[in-house]
């Protein structure tokens, strides 16, 4: 067995690290040391370097190793970088993304929630150089999300029979959105040559896990070419996602419930033919594949153990 | 006082009307004369022709009457218009664009639910010029909105905890919102010429009550101007709607929870610098200036009472 | 039109009395003169002291002239009476039992949310000596009850789609619930002589507004009659409460759904032959006959207007 | 690896079986052979009269089992019992109280969800003849309880902020209760003697999954002894459950949420020494230990398999 410690689990990601890691077949939790990190950002990374010192493999579910560049890190999180020189070693934890690239690392930055839902569902079209580097991103989260001190947002009289936008003038996620957007259009051989205009804007639901988000891009137009069906779209996003086991490409609107619990993110892609533009629908539970889940699916590649160890579970329906 | 009656008033619209003329100083309602429609499509229809023949007055809450063109009507709702040549004399209810004309006319078409809050946030903008006319409506309403009938979308252990996409093909209210967006930018002197492109998803949210529209368009960019401010655009909506005593132009992202039992609608325009875009966040109450409650407005205007009669009470909050 | 203010008018309940008071034809809030009081109790006594010595009159929605006997608000409430004197003139405002009395004088202790529903349900058997004193009410209610001070117990995510039980050790509403039980039965001429037991457990439940009271008690056996009828105790009840406008007996299980921003009461007593016990449901909206609204009733009261006056609102249904 | 199939597998229970199973090291769901039976009454029956031919063995949800006496049975179910032979075979099957009858045999009645909150609630303080056998059981349940046909009763603008009680001339569980209540006392010594008098109501309760039952009854006053406190009767419940891997007796008012997804029961008994009364508050996840969770247990017990195999995941909390 391999031991693992938990950072802070009165966390609702450290909870349910908890849980998922109960189930897992390899690793056992310890109060020793520490290798997945659920604290607030800044003081995150003070923790990871003392682990990192230590020889100690490191996921952490903070923004703090996300970012490659210092200084837009610094931009959005109003602080200075508290560990800049571990920028180089630390992979962007998407797994689907970077699987390879974490095998190699001993630290793994996981990615934000929202990020997780859109960046999955964008990266075909992307990479495949389909979309104009125009994007609107509108996610919806349930309230977990907004972690577990109370607060007027988080009142449940506030905050039950009601919707609302959150951070329109620049939520934190949208750098490493960009980031990651970016990298994957230049890596599928169709570069945005900063061009890429994402809007991102979260809205926050009365429910307490799920993130869904409906993605809007207009379709390339080629002269040669008319513009793909939605069947030929589901096509093209099942065969890039074709051997990802957490990964579904379905033909009908994905609920958030089908995830709860479970570290599934299910994907549909629709052609809307009257205006040429690509609709993603991709959601996933906030808590799982948006953060402890893919959390411990980064620690089974840290660790050479299949990627599905411990996340077999089924969604808990209804 | 002027009598009232309310065909098919068990449904969630007809109760919405009971409680709103309960209050209402001049209407009364009784069984004997219909004015206010709350049947499905096409039965409405029906009863309205019977009505009018009568002499009666009558705001249709249905969708029979919104579409100026009955090819339009019979392309998105799959049956025969039941009566085309009403459409000449039929006013879209749209309150705050169309008074004038409601005042003179005998027939209604109440609009839609999401078409309120989609449109009434958006034509500021298209009426001014300032936007583009490629648009993205990401519309978020509460399970009321679907109707009184027993389903499996509606069934609450599948509902609860649950947000999902629907309509991805097109949903109905979409050539409404297409009519009188054209119709709003047409009139303020920037007409777009066949070159709207609206792409409208609405999606089901875990409440009972309430709908928000998150609108996304390019700004146009003039050689010699900048981008506005935000300020500078809440500033402009302000002034289109400073007269409306249902429309609260904010500073602030709105709350549907704020519109509970209401009948106003709460808008606030938001410009991302980063991306030159404007996103214009609108909320209200789907069953009350979404339907019923725009419905008595509509009435009030028809018999010359002032417009807010019966309409004052405050939201119920939390 | 009489002039009244708000004490702490942010909380639920004050925001709720602003609500309602502004669709009452006679009085209109000011800033000036305190009249209806929503503080925390103590501090609520302190400026009711303040505003009676002005001649003003007071409808207090704190606990702390609820009970008659001083000894026993220190027991409950562990903090010396902060104005014994005043218990004399102080009149427990649960309009139905007391009007008469609250019309006389200038202070009136508006009753808790738990105790108006539990005691409205209770008195007409107890009154008229159809059941034994060994009663247990098992109360429900939503979470706008905690009041609007952020906490673990009212944060989102913890409390939705969640049941418990609290206070299991002694909930302050029941000293007031005992005091009138006790006197209820005495003024129909079958006092209880120190012999009442009542067990009051009340429970959160995930939704914002409503109380839920199920009361159950033995019935009283006489060796003369049989077990009355489901029918004949509704009776009893109707007759009762015959000239009530706000309490409604009815003939099947009510929902709080139905009381939602009204200030009306429903009550539905039942029969258990088998056991020969009688079950009596009784549900309001906490915020409205279980605090804003009985104040303004009380309110009317105190200056002679109509008992219903601002308060004719239907609930907001769905 | 045993061969399981699931009759009516779309039923919320059926769906329930094949998450836990999906999980489950000896059980593997195929679609050939019917153990577990998801059907609605008297059709669950007939099914398993057939597979029981054959030899299979059977655990069935419906309640066709549960109650030994046939003639009980058809005054609750309204219809002729439809396998009389087989009430000798069949065990009631709280795994809690029967695991070794279980084992023996080929036909398992799984129970009532509400009997399983309420019994396993009440045995302890039974079997010790501590309490009087008047009974008063108040429980909550969540909507997933009504199963997933769409109604009225469980649509979501009708159930969401909404609590009422149902079935109050008498549920189906509650012939269940009684005869296992009165089981239990016999077992222990105490028996009841045709004195036991329970009044069980049900409410409905906002939320997809959870049963809380909160149960009341007299303590039983012995010249000798006075009240035990609230820590000797917790004492006394931890004893009674000491070797159960799914009973949890605890020091504080426990959660619904707490048993969300999972198979564990939750027992939290308190003496109320005002009035000498026991309260105890039990609670688990209806679809879980009230259901499916339960039915793989006593597969489990049917197979000499672990108790615990398939249903040692923790609760999905929050």
């Not at 926050?204 to 002269?223: E, N």
């Not at 779209?233 to 890039?240: F, I, K, T």
């Not at 994905?254 to 995830?259: D, M, N, R, S």
């Amino acid at each position: 067995m391999i031991t693992v410690s938990i950072v802070n689990v009165t966390s609702y990601t450290g909870l349910e690290l908890l849980r998922l890691l109960a189930q897992h077949p390899q690793f056992t939790v310890t109060s020793v040391t520490a290798r997945i990190v659920c604290l607030p950002h800044a003081a995150a990374a003070q923790t990871a370097i003392t682990l990192l010192e230590k020889g100690t493999k490191v996921v952490d579910l903070s923004a703090d190793f996300r970012i490659h560049d210092a200084s837009v890190y610094e931009e959005w999180y109003k602080h200075t970088h508290p560990a800049p020189l571990l920028l180089e070693t630390a992979v962007y934890g998407l797994s689907e993304r970077y699987r390879n690239q974490i095998k190699e690392t001993n630290l793994v930055a996981n990615p934000g929630c929202h990020a997780t839902a859109a960046i999955l569902g964008l990266i075909p079209a992307l990479a495949t150089g389909l979309i104009d580097p125009d994007i609107i991103i509108d996610s919806k989260t349930g309230i977990s999300g907004a972690g577990r001190s109370p607060s007027f947002t988080t009142h449940y009289s506030e905050a039950n029979e009601d919707v609302s936008a959150y951070s329109l003038t620049g939520h934190r996620h949208l750098p490493e959105i960009t980031q990651e957007l970016e990298a994957a259009a230049a890596v599928g051989g169709h570069p945005v040559n900063g061009n890429l205009r994402v809007t991102f804007i979260p809205h926050l639901i009365p429910m307490t896990r799920g993130i869904l988000a409906t993605c809007y891009a207009d379709l390339k137009l080629h002269a040669s070419q008319g513009v793909p069906t939605t069947a030929e779209m589901r096509a093209l996003y099942q065969e890039y996602y074709a051997n990802e086991p957490f990964i579904n490409v379905v033909d009908q609107p994905p609920h958030t419930k089908w995830t709860y619990g479970s570290n599934h993110c299910f994907i549909h892609p629709v052609v809307d033919v009257r205006t040429k533009r690509l609709i993603v629908i991709s959601c996933l539970d906030n808590l799982v594949k948006g953060a402890s889940g893919q959390a411990v699916q980064n620690a089974n590649l840290l660790y050479g153990l299949p990627e599905t160890s411990g996340l077999a579970s089924l969604a808990v329906f209804p």
